[in-house]
């Protein structure tokens, strides 16, 4: 069976940096965008960023200029490097794969698969 294993979380400092890892396991596709969400306490999960094939990169405003979203397709990985790190990125972070475009990468329904989450603690 596919799974998205996710990997590098932790805890961090304010202005701290993090690069979170999500592999593809248990068999290989070709997905049309790979993306990076999260969800704090009490709140919705929430779109973080994309990257679709061909390289054009989407992100959320409150996260461009820090995050970097990248994916090698020859090792069927995706990351997010994350830097200036802020409390309010405090959240578990979700990698997700959609297929077969959908035209919108902002929402979850959109995506196919999930992994199981990694957890992102910036401590001040």
């Known amino acids: 069976q596919v799974q998205l294993v996710e990997s590098g979380g932790g805890l961090v400092q304010v202005g701290g940096s993090l690069k979170l890892s999500c592999a593809v396991s248990g068999g290989t596709f070709s997905s049309y965008a790979v993306a990076w969400f999260r969800q704090a306490p009490g709140k919705e999960r929430e779109f973080v960023a994309a990257?679709?094939?061909?390289?054009?990169?989407y992100y959320a405003d409150s996260v461009k200029g820090r995050f970097t979203i990248s994916r090698d397709n020859a090792k069927n990985t995706q990351y997010l490097q994350m830097s200036s790190l802020k409390p309010e990125d405090t959240a578990v972070y979700y990698c997700a794969h959609q297929i077969h475009s959908r035209g919108n990468f902002y929402y979850t329904g959109n995506y196919d698969y999930w992994g199981q989450g990694t957890q992102v603690t910036v401590s001040s």
């Open positions: 990257v679709r094939t061909g390289g054009s990169t």
